[in-house]
């Protein structure tokens, strides 16, 4: 009889399940918690940076893969969208599905050429791809996509009735989405494939060693990541109504880097934290220093140079990030509260 | 057509001055150091500056430039990079683009976002094959070739840089033989730092100085270092004025597609590779 370790049981402790109700539950407060903060305006785009953001843990975090060109996903999600909202018919359902579809059919393309890559060269390969799929957009394609000026678009209401450019509801469609999309990662990154996953992170020769495909599992979660990453792209579609290559610009990546590791990469709640505290920085900051400036009557520099700091500030003493931090701390609490 | 080599020789030549500090630190420390953008941005505005100072004397004004950054090089080094060593490459790219972002928002606040066009300083063309040929074009290619060639110099001769060359080759062997590797590094960092602030300020003339220019050339940069083989001298040069050529024959024809296609070399480059260097 042949050990097949690919067979093993993807199942879910039973334990797990109602932890997992828990936190969706204290997630989903959170959002409200944080519409009641601010406006609820802002909190359909703040859903879609979370999601994207999640995709990006599940590449970088848990498979140690960074890349520097996730954001072409995102981009081809909201572009595929876009263009169906205009060529195609209006249905939101039928956009986000073509957006998925276009997303998914590249990772899968693209993943067998990047993921024989690692390290920089990953990080720099996938940022080239990026490049050329902005420039696509940008210029070759500008006759369907109209380049520079964007495009606009509009999609009938969900069932007839939801209108996504409602603010409560878009961000209840949005923040529903999140909570699925965080399901499906809790699920997937505490199964044996997640296991596998993060044990490819940590040294992929020895898994490889046990007689695991790795380049299969990378590619599978590579796909995974990616059409995610298209799903956050999708929605923006759907809640702006309007894309422009801003969506697919390289730059748009470190947003979502800094964010993950801001939180603490490798965990999904270090990723949400991370995103929210990293919209914090980069929009209320903005706000708030003018004001300050003009309080203490002294020329503040802008929020990129805050940013800066609190990312040297990672590097060099907070490690992990905010939820790496704090865990850290809780662990070497406890032993004085627990000796036996 | 010759103005299209004339120019795409220019542009190779630039992101070789740029691409040199950029292939060291990934050769010795694989390190993807996006502080060097800073470096490069922060060079051109001090020397616009100083400009103004010294009466519109070009090379006066290059040379208070340089010596300027020396120090904030070395600030970099010492407490940023250096504190890098042995990290994983995720946080040495957060911990240098942290840098980046300060040194860009400090420009901004000092400077203004407004792009500064710099003069020619030689200001003579000389017509070739009926068309109008700057010499300041053809001084930057020479002076690219000359450095070039004082590099080589220096790696070969000079202890530091044969310190240097041996460490990129094996930075731990290096250090079994005694040889703070560190120290010698840090040397050379300056003088890559140095030697983006040169590129920088060649440049300014043929485009202007805005906040972002560093971040728009270190992607290109990436590329050149990709595709001289990370952190091989040699593999730079070539590389960066191919890159230079493939932009300028590219941008001739369908000029959107200049930066683009240098993506795709480096993209054909790292799948036609037979080995992972890293």
């Not at chain 1, 270090?270 to 980069?282: S, Y």
């Not at chain 2, 340089?66 to 490459?89: C, D, K, N, T």
């Not at chain 2, 109008?132 to 000359?146: G, K, N, Q, T």
Request: charged share 10%.
């Amino acid at each position: 009889m042949t050990f097949m370790p690919e067979r093993a049981a993807f199942s879910v402790q039973p334990a797990a399940r109602g932890a997992l109700l828990r936190e969706i539950a204290l997630l989903a407060a959170g959002l409200l918690l944080l519409a009641l903060v601010i406006r609820v305006h802002w909190m359909a785009d703040f859903a879609v940076f979370f999601i994207l953001v999640l995709s990006f843990d599940l590449l970088y975090g848990y498979m140690g893969h960074l890349s520097f060109g996730h954001m072409l996903y995102f981009g081809a999600g909201a572009y595929g969208a876009a263009l169906w909202l205009v060529y195609g018919n209006a249905s939101a359902w039928a956009a986000l599905a073509v957006g998925l579809a276009a997303a998914a059919g590249m990772a899968a393309l693209l993943g067998g050429v990047v993921l024989r890559t690692r390290g920089a060269s990953f990080a720099l390969i996938n940022m080239a791809f990026n490049e050329i799929g902005h420039f696509l957009v940008q210029s070759p394609l500008a006759a369907y996509t109209l380049g520079e000026d964007g495009l606009s678009c509009t999609a009938d209401p969900l069932f007839g009735a939801i209108s996504l450019y409602e603010d409560r509801w878009a961000f209840a469609f949005c923040g529903a989405v999140l909570l699925a999309v965080y399901a499906l990662l809790r699920l997937l990154t505490r199964s044996p494939f997640g296991l596998l996953v993060r044990s490819i992170r940590e040294n992929e020769s020895r898994v490889r060693f046990l007689g695991y495909d790795t380049f299969r599992f990378k590619w599978i979660a590579f796909v995974i990541a990616s059409t995610i990453a298209a799903l956050a792209g999708g929605l923006f579609t759907l809640v702006q109504g309007f894309v422009s290559p801003r969506v697919i610009s390289p730059f748009g990546n470190v947003d979502v880097i800094f964010a993950v590791l801001i939180g603490g990469a490798g965990s999904l709640a270090g990723a949400l934290i991370g995103a929210a505290a990293f919209l914090a920085i980069k929009n209320f900051l903005p706000v708030i220093i003018p004001e300050l400036s003009r309080l203490l009557d002294v020329k503040l520099p802008q929020w990129e140079l805050w940013l800066g700091v609190v990312l040297l500030l990672i590097v060099f003493s907070l490690r992990g990030g905010i939820v790496g931090t704090v865990q850290a701390r809780l662990r070497n609490r406890k032993p004085a509260g627990e000796a036996q | 057509m010759i103005q299209t080599v004339v120019y795409g020789l220019t542009i190779g030549a630039i992101l070789y001055f740029f691409s040199v500090g950029l292939a060291l630190t990934f050769g010795t420390m694989h390190i993807i150091n996006f502080a060097h953008g800073m470096v490069y941005t922060l060079g051109v505005y001090l020397f616009i500056t100083f400009l103004q100072g010294v009466g519109q004397s070009f090379l006066l004004a290059l040379a208070a430039s340089l010596l300027a950054m020396l120090p904030v090089a070395w600030v970099i080094e010492r407490f940023v990079i250096r504190r890098l060593y042995g990290e994983s490459l995720d946080y040495a790219i957060i911990a240098t683009y942290g840098v980046l972002l300060i040194g860009t928002d400090a420009i901004k606040m000092i400077w203004g976002t407004t792009p500064y066009p710099v003069n020619d300083p030689v200001g003579i063309a000389v017509p070739l094959a009926g068309m109008d040929l700057p010499v300041y074009r053809i001084a930057v290619v020479l002076s690219a070739f000359a450095l070039y060639g004082a590099l080589r110099a220096f790696f070969r001769r000079s202890l530091v840089g044969r310190v240097v060359t041996a460490a990129l080759e094996d930075a731990d062997g290096v250090r079994c033989l005694g040889i703070d590797v560190d120290r010698h590094f840090s040397i050379v960092f300056v003088l890559g730092s140095a030697l983006a602030v040169l590129g920088g300020v060649l440049y300014a003339p043929i485009s202007t100085a805005d906040p972002y220019m560093g971040f728009h050339i270190l992607l290109l940069a990436f590329a050149v270092v990709i595709v001289g083989g990370m952190g091989n001298l040699n593999g730079t040069f070539f590389a960066a004025l191919a890159l230079g050529m493939v932009m300028a024959v590219t941008g001739r024809f369908w000029s959107q597609a200049a930066n683009a296609m240098v993506f795709v070399v480096m993209a054909l480059v790292i799948l036609l590779r037979p080995k992972e260097a890293h």
